[in-house]
């Protein structure tokens, strides 16, 4: 049976992470109302949605539709990630888009298919209760600057990347493909 954990708007929207870099597992969560959803999901997910989003502002801020500074800022949010932290499902697609009608921001998570097959959001119906689980968040565009933010910064928080190759070093260093196999610290 899907479930469906819509917040529109959510009191808060964000991305953090639990454990340490290198071992951390990433989350977007939303809470409103005393409710509190958490889905996992990749590092670079979180970057690509980050990304993306961030662009979709740019683009609402040149058109005029959703100009930065016109909406009061959502202010940072250094916060940690709300208790209980219980993953509902693992992120398997992200969409986003703008729903001018309302004028609001969509971002949508759905969960990883059962047999591992990539899920194509324009193909899910969302009334089929057979369909993958589901988070779908709507919020201002301030909300959505706020979320842009923490999530560079979130990302960014991990291990140092090598100078090299850019992979992320571990602690005691890494096996550089650029250097040949040899250890960079």
């Known amino acids: 049976m899907r479930r469906r954990f819509i917040f529109d ?4 929207f964000v991305t953090g992470t ?18 509190v959803v958490s889905v996992a999901l990749e590092k670079v997910q979180v970057a690509v949605l ?5 662009a979709l502002l740019l683009e609402l801020d040149r ?9 009061p800022a959502a202010g940072e949010d250094t916060s ?15 969409t986003l888009g703008w729903d001018g009608d309302a004028e609001r921001v969509l971002v949508e998570a759905r ?19 057979e369909g993958p689980d589901l988070l779908r968040v709507r919020m201002t565009a301030a909300a959505a600057r706020s979320f842009v933010e923490r999530a560079v910064r979130v990302v960014a928080s991990g291990r140092p990347p090598c100078p090299l190759c850019g992979e992320p070093l571990d602690p005691t260093g890494h096996l550089c493909p650029r250097r040949n196999g040899n250890y960079v610290n």
Request: aromatic content about 4%; charged content about 35%; cysteine-free.
């Open 63 to 71: 058109r005029g539709i959703a100009p930065a500074g016109v909406e």
């Open 18 to 35: 639990i454990g340490e870099p290198g071992q951390r597992t990433f989350f977007l969560q939303a809470s409103a109302g005393g409710r």
């Open 111 to 129: 969960a990883e298919s059962e047999d591992g097959e990539p899920i194509d959001p324009d193909e899910d119906d969302d009334e089929d209760e």
């Open 9 to 12: 708007p959510p009191e808060r």
């Open 80 to 94: 940690p990630l709300d208790e209980p932290l219980n993953e509902a499902f693992r992120a398997g697609a992200l």
């Open 50 to 54: 980050a990304d993306r989003l961030g």
